[in-house]
């Protein structure tokens, strides 16, 4: 089992920035993709950006350029710099990460509890 957990969020004013920061537990062995999701009030869990484990990106288009996924420390981490921040921004967000093993795909998802970002004007 891999715990995840997000630090980062807090409350902003419009058009700042926030990195929300998603530590594993152990190394990712069987990597296959990570990424953030988020859930505003009264709203369905959305996928914000996600990495596979190539390196390739993708993102919401309503976010698209304002905020860059990464992975570091030998996939340990996963990063989502958050500029030029909205109102509509605001959501509990959750990284995830799916996890197989090398020799067989049997995929497994782990979450994080979830971390507070606000946007204010």
């Known amino acids: 089992q891999v715990q995840l957990v997000e630090s980062g969020g807090g409350w902003v004013q419009a058009g700042g920035s926030l990195r929300l920061s998603c530590a594993a537990s152990r190394s990712i062995l069987g990597f296959v993709s990570m990424g953030w999701y988020r859930q505003a009030p009264g709203k369905q869990r959305e996928l914000v950006a996600s990495i596979l484990s190539g390196g390739r990106t993708s993102y919401l288009d309503s976010v698209k350029g304002r905020f860059t996924i990464s992975a570091a420390n030998a996939k340990n981490t996963i990063d989502l710099q958050m500029n030029s921040l909205k109102p509509e921004d605001t959501g509990v967000y959750y990284c995830?990460?799916?996890?197989?093993?090398?020799?067989?795909?049997?995929?497994?998802?782990?979450w994080g509890q979830g971390t507070q970002v606000t946007v204010s004007s």
């Open positions: 995830n990460a799916e996890i197989s093993p090398v020799l067989e795909y049997k995929p497994a998802y782990y």
